[in-house]
């Protein structure tokens, strides 16, 4: 199929509206929610909303349906929302379109099926119908700058001066840009505290910067599945948390040169 705008796709939808979608989307959470992990059907959920304003429709990039999910619950990685894909075309939930523009695989569209029981879902063989490819990789379509660096031309999807044991971590949850981002947010908390710091010891801040930006992102994941309502953006949340920590360590360090 060749990619453009949704309007080009809207022939593709089973319903006749939105009610009828959700009656559908009921009915196949009753036979098959069970076999989706909790993660995987807060991805689920968030596809069926970015697919109402088309009835069971939608050609939404998985990385915008992954970041949404970080946004008032506990977020996803991209992997986890496509096995959720591939569990969803298994079971006949829904049917996936590669796009093109010329050679190159553009964004899916996602086409939710009309409910059938678990019997004529057996007696069909969805799974073999599943692409090779779930989607085009994990960068936007346009290239995006931050501070002149393209995101989406990383060599091996690695990002330049973001050390590598804090990406592995960060991209399992959020994209390139985000990770730097966050990265971003590191160094802004510990400019100053570092010059403090070497005042008094030889010290290595590469080190003590990494423990501290890993160390901070597993409280807000953590603090994200406790519940913790995050008022601005997980930016500012995560910087928050950094400064916590900073502020931590500035008093032991006081009380130790007193």
């Given at each position: 199929?060749?990619?453009?705008?949704?309007?080009q796709?809207?022939?593709?939808?089973?319903?006749?509206?939105?009610?009828?979608?959700?009656?559908?989307?009921?009915?196949?959470?009753?036979?098959?929610?069970?076999?989706?992990?909790?993660?995987?059907?807060?991805?689920?959920?968030?596809?069926?909303?970015?697919?109402?304003?088309?009835?069971?429709?939608?050609?939404?990039?998985?990385?915008?349906?992954?970041?949404?999910?970080?946004?008032?619950?506990?977020?996803?990685?991209?992997?986890?929302?496509?096995?959720?894909?591939r569990?969803?075309?298994?079971?006949?939930?829904?049917?996936?379109?590669?796009?093109?523009?010329?050679?190159?695989?553009?964004?899916?569209?996602?086409?939710?099926?009309?409910?059938?029981?678990?019997?004529?879902?057996?007696?069909?063989?969805?799974?073999?119908?599943?692409?090779?490819?779930?989607?085009?990789?994990?960068?936007?379509?346009s290239?995006?700058?931050?501070?002149?660096?393209?995101?989406?031309?990383?060599?091996?999807?690695?990002?330049?001066?973001?050390?590598?044991?804090?990406?592995?971590?960060?991209?399992?949850?959020?994209?390139?840009?985000?990770?730097?981002?966050?990265?971003?947010?590191?160094?802004?908390?510990?400019?100053?505290?570092?010059?403090?710091?070497?005042?008094?010891?030889?010290?290595?801040?590469?080190?003590?910067?990494?423990?501290?930006?890993?160390?901070?992102?597993?409280?807000?994941?953590?603090?994200?599945?406790?519940?913790?309502?995050?008022?601005?953006?997980?930016?500012?949340?995560?910087?928050?948390?950094?400064q916590?920590?900073?502020d931590?360590?500035?008093?032991?360090?006081?009380?130790?040169?007193?």
């Amino acid at each position: 199929m060749k990619s453009g705008n949704i309007e080009q796709f809207v022939h593709l939808s089973k319903f006749k509206d939105v009610k009828e979608f959700n009656n559908n989307v009921e009915q196949w959470m009753v036979d098959f929610k069970n076999q989706f992990t909790k993660s995987e059907l807060i991805g689920l959920k968030r596809l069926i909303r970015y697919s109402c304003k088309y009835a069971g429709i939608s050609n939404a990039k998985i990385q915008t349906l992954v970041s949404a999910t970080h946004n008032n619950e506990i977020g996803i990685s991209r992997s986890t929302f496509e096995r959720m894909l591939r569990k969803a075309k298994q079971y006949g939930i829904l049917t996936v379109h590669n796009t093109f523009c010329g050679s190159n695989q553009r964004h899916n569209v996602y086409v939710f099926n009309r409910y059938q029981s678990i019997k004529q879902v057996e007696s069909q063989s969805f799974v073999n119908e599943a692409p090779e490819t779930i989607d085009v990789p994990n960068q936007e379509t346009s290239q995006v700058k931050t501070n002149n660096i393209l995101i989406d031309t990383y060599k091996d999807n690695v990002i330049p001066d973001v050390p590598i044991r804090f990406q592995e971590l960060v991209k399992s949850y959020y994209s390139s840009k985000q990770t730097l981002e966050l990265w971003k947010c590191v160094k802004q908390s510990t400019q100053h505290y570092n010059v403090f710091i070497e005042q008094y010891v030889d010290y290595d801040p590469s080190v003590d910067k990494v423990e501290l930006a890993i160390s901070s992102f597993k409280q807000m994941i953590v603090n994200i599945k406790l519940g913790y309502t995050i008022k601005k953006s997980i930016f500012s949340y995560y910087y928050g948390i950094i400064q916590k920590k900073l502020d931590t360590q500035f008093i032991d360090w006081n009380l130790c040169f007193e």
